[in-house]
């Protein structure tokens, strides 16, 4: 802004318009005696009274009448980023994958190995759920942890393609709705609220635009802030950590619990 | 508990109704800002409704404390520069038509030279106020639209398009040179001299 710039700055900010009259008398002053400043503030005072000549035309009653109707169906629309058909295919797909994987757990343990730990067909199925909880928290974290921690003030991130981690957040949403249907009689609610909050982040994420959506991006990092989601995913996989340490005897205390 | 905030909390539970309170109290605001990033009704129509449509989904994370209507101007503002942004191809011929315009466009201005009277015509001043928006970058544009049409402060702007408060002042220092020049057929009113 050159020499000038203290005076045309105060014109710029709207600084100029809020000073108090005495106040503008005495920049004024200061500014008379600066030819050429004075001109180049007066030129660019003139042109921000020449813009204030723009209006917006009014569309007309029409279109304010109809623009809920116009809108409405859109909103509708939007609520739905996965095809029915698909998602119940994938849910089928999750379930087979789910049988073979508890079947293969079921059968290729050693049947002393089982005995030694004393295992249920009902704890290796919890086992085998603690795990894929475990991986889709793991999962949900390194996807968060990208989206959390990008820089939307420097203008770095502008340029970065979002389309690996919306499909990465559509899977991962499809197998939260899986592992939630998996869950429903379990009595751990905690994780199964967690998965519920982590399904309304992978779907905002899932419904990112390609490039840089930065309105989107600051909500998904305030929700997760928010909620405090990587804490309570942290939290969660120690717990089933300590859990798939030794299912067998937790089992065991929580019988002793009931009992006492 | 403002009745913005109530309005928030009722959409919040799943009431459309209110929702649909929501847009029609701010569709002519949202419109306005919309129709003068964009300049033209097709392009404010569209944008407004993926304002709207961005708002409602982002609703159950949507903060109180910063005002709906500050927020919606805060998703025209950056859905307008995403849009830009995507559609390279597409500004690509719009510059070559504004190239076509421009040469339209000083023709009026030297007839006008001739006419003083002419110029003085409110949609003849609109029309040329429009085609010196368009110099503008779009963030150039948002930050001028804020200040000047919206009283947004140089913090506010700031806030909306994710800058500096530095950047912000560079932002409007070169969007008003810009339109300064655009409209420096305007000589006496500019207080220009003529060359």
Redesign the interface.
Known sequence: ?GNCQKY??KL???SYEAMHPVERKIFERELSSDPKCK?EF???K???V????????D?GEN??NS??E???P??EK?LKPVNIKWQGLLRAAAFIAGGLFLGYLLFSQPQDEMASTNLSEEDVRQVALSNETMDLLEDSKILLLGIVNLD??T?ES?NIDFSFQKEFSGNLLRKAADLKELLKDSPNRRVINLLSELE?IMM?IT?L?N??????I???Q??AD?QSLLFKIDLERMLIDAQLENPAKNKQDKKDKIKS | MTDEQKLIDRIKQGERSAFRELVENNKQAVYAICFRLSGNHTDADELSQVVFIKFFKSIPLFRQEAGVQSWLYKIAVNSFIDQKRKKVDKIMHLFSQEETDEGTFEQTIISEKSDPEQATDASIIQAHIDQAMKKLSPKEKSAFILKHYHGHTIKEIAGAINTSEGTVKSLLFRGVKKLQQALSFYRPELGLEEK
Request: aromatic share 10%; hydrophobic share 35%; proline share 6%.
């Open positions: 802004m045309l700055e710029i900010d709207g001109q007066d030129q660019m003139k042109t921000l020449l813009m204030e000549n723009s209006s917006v035309p569309p279109y304010w623009y809920w116009n809108i409405n859109k909103i939007s939307t003030q203008g502008e309304l905002q419904n635009e490039k840089f959506d930065l309105p989107a600051e909500v998904i305030g929700g928010e």
